[in-house]
């Protein structure tokens, strides 16, 4: 009876088509899934940077992490979401170095310790991310206006960086 059990179920999911035994859900529900998932793991920093996009059923996550746990964590919890068929993981894993990780911690001491980004500092997920590979250091995430981007690329200068890139982007945009 058990045999015969196993073998119709066994049957049944070889005739069902592979996108059927996925569950639907449409691009932007899932694409919000996957910002919340992101926006909530509490082992991501202001020191990584994940995003991701819905490509059909298959989900592209893109970014840099200070772990190679991280990248492999992420992946696996965007896997469990309702609609989600496939992951294409492309986040980096960033190279371990003694002078980048001084290099985050002064540069966010910079940010946000000055009273401009003191309420940014004080967010459960502040928004302004410093993502520091070999020296160079990109400033990313959201800020409430120009000027808070100018000054936080100030503020991240004059450190031994190689280079800076700001892709802050301010509300409006």
Known sequence: MKVR???????????LP??????????DVLAGAIAATLRNDLRLTIF??????VDG?????????TSPEKRLEIQQRVATLAGVAGIRNHVTVLPTSRFDDDLRY???????????????????HPPIHIIVENGHVT?????????????????ASGYGEFSIVNELRTNQE
Not at 5 to 12: E, K, S, T, V, Y
Not at 19 to 25: D, H, K, N, Y
């Open 139 to 155: 400033l990313t995430g959201i800020v409430n206006s120009r000027v808070e981007r100018a000054m936080a690329r100030s503020l």
């Open 18 to 27: 592979g996108a059927a035994r996925v569950q639907e859900v449409p691009d």
């Open 57 to 65: 059923a298959t989900v592209v996550l893109t970014g840099k992490v």
């Open 48 to 53: 990584d940077q994940v995003n991701g996009h």
């Open 5 to 15: 059990l196993a073998a119709a179920c066994l049957a049944a999911l070889l005739v």
């Open 106 to 124: 002064r540069i966010s001491r910079a940010i946000y310790g000055h009273p401009s980004f003191w309420t940014y500092a004080a967010m459960p």
